[in-house]
Structures are given as C-alpha cells and as structure tokens.
C-alpha cells in the first residue's frame, strides 16, 4: 500500500509562514513529479506548486515569490514552505505524486494523493 501523508497545516495570521510536508511510504520504487494542490471552499482544486525528480519548479502565479517547494528524494518526502500568507491562501493543501510502485511483484504507475491539510489564514 502506498500513501501520502501530510502535515503542517494549522491557523496562522495574514504576513505569518507555514511549512507543509508530505512523506510518501509503501513498496515506492521512484517517485516522479510531486506537487502540492489546494482547494478552496466552493472552488475548483487548483496546482500550487510543483517538482521534478530533476528538481525543476513550477508554481501558480498567485504564489510565485512567496511559496517554495523542495523535495528531500532520499526520504521520498516534498516540502511547501508558505511565507507572507494571505486570507486567500485558506485552504484544504493536497499533496499528489506520479511513482512506480511495485504490486503483487509487478511495476505499476500509480498517481497518489494525501487525505489534505487545512490551512487556515486569519486575524
């Protein structure tokens, strides 16, 4: 079985940071890109960030110099640090990732998400 698990999420007031992370577990036998998505109350679930194997970066613009992703490839975990939140950063974060696993002795692709993380800015 393999799973993502996040942490990090919790209240914090506008201009304040947080740092997520997600750590995948199971029978992994490479992990492609990861990425950190979010999705607001009403609203449709939309990419934040993401990250190559590679190390190559992308992010939403509403979140480019003031969001970094990383990832640590040894402990097959991926970062999102959050600086200088906004109200309209609230959010349930979702981590995904693209990997080969293997199943029942066989290579399988498999895209994975996390159960969420809520982030919640406020004053």
């Known amino acids: 079985q393999v799973q993502l698990v996040e942490s990090g999420g919790g209240l914090v007031q506008p201009g304040g940071s947080l740092r997520l992370s997600c750590a995948a577990s199971g029978s992994i036998v490479s992990i492609n890109a990861m990425g950190w998505y979010r999705q607001a109350p009403g609203k449709q679930r939309e990419l934040v960030a993401a990250?190559?194997?590679?190390?190559?970066?992308n992010y939403a613009d509403s979140v480019k110099g003031r969001f970094t992703i990383s990832r640590d490839n040894a402990k097959n975990t991926v970062y999102l640090q959050m600086n200088s939140l906004k109200p309209e950063d609230t959010a349930v974060y979702y981590c995904?990732?693209?990997?080969?696993?293997?199943?029942?002795?066989?290579?399988?692709?498999?895209?994975?998400w996390g159960q969420g993380t809520l982030v919640t800015v406020s004053s």
């Open positions: 990250i190559t194997s590679g190390g190559s970066t």
């Open positions: 995904n990732a693209g990997l080969v696993a293997t199943m029942s002795g066989v290579y399988r692709y498999l895209e994975v």
